[in-house]
């Protein structure tokens, strides 16, 4: 479209042609009916609709909010990731365009056939690195020196994180990723042919003070099996059938009816210090801050439930439930 605009000074010299008749606008018209042709590269072939890519961006920028948890909270420092660009571009195309020595993690997508890279920039990287050791985040691209050690813990990080992809491709197809390989020169790559069309998902990451892209390179071969899955069709029949079906509710109430949970009584607390805990003997007491004449509570995982009072039956413990405990906490506490 950029080549199709016309400058100031080439429109007063195209109105200049019109009024001095050196251009006759029937011949422009007439030009303008004539089919223009336009050149298709096949190298470049789109075999993904703007619709599928569209379906992919949704489904990454969902992963992307997972990363950013996850990461946050193994880093401990502020991380922001988000979608930047959602592509479609041979695969010769996707390793010229990524740095001769980076990191790079190879998934396997079972069911799905073929395998898919991560590739995080080396600043990124290594800014991981820094924080999981100890220090403030710092990026130091020695790519080309990485320890055994160094690798393990990038290969760990990103192991970890596959609950994250997991769970973002659930609502189009249930896999199990799993990585194979960990590399850092993209040369030695070469998942499918060339000419190959992949997906390119490129997420802009931000670790502190530290910026860098990690993409995520998706051969065809591995969504092939689904790409009709990845329309707009499919998505709304997929929310039409998140409709309660009939007998749905009473099978789940008779599920969890059935469902067994511990309850606990607590008699009373107190606070000792160490040294009397230490010098703590047979025939010791220890005065707790529950009342005789206070009722005692039952709860379930901590959170309280009931006030109950205490007593006996057939030859066991056993308590009275007096009233319940509104909101799930006690007055006393």
Known sequence: MADEVLS???????LSALSSGEMDANQLKEEEKEKKIRSYDFKRALRFSKDQVRSLSRIHENYARMLTTYFSAQLRNYVH???????????EEFIRSIPTMTVLNIYSME?????????????????MLDRILGGRGTSLNKIESLTEIESTIMSNLFEKSLDNLQEAWASVIDIDPMLEEFEVNPQFLQLVSPNETVIVVSLNTTIGETSGMINICIPHVVLEPIIPRLSVHYW????????RKPGEYEKLTKNISSTE???????????????????LSKGDVLKLNQSIEEPLIMQSSEEPLFYVQPGSQKNNVAVQVIDEIEGGSSDDE
Do not use: H
């Not at 100031?8 to 195209?14: G, S």
């Not at 949970?261 to 010098?279: H, K, M, N």
């Open 261 to 279: 949970l511990e309850l606990s009584v607590v008699l009373g607390e107190t606070l000792i210090t160490i040294d009397d805990l230490l010098e």
């Open 81 to 91: 990731i988000s979608v930047a660009s959602v592509d479609q571009i041979p695969y």
């Open 8 to 14: 100031q000074n080439e429109i007063d010299a195209l």
């Open 236 to 243: 709304m029949q997929n929310e039409a059938q998140k409709e």
């Open 111 to 127: 069911p799905l056939e073929g395998r898919i890279i991560f590739e995080i920039n080396p600043n990124v990287a290594y800014a």
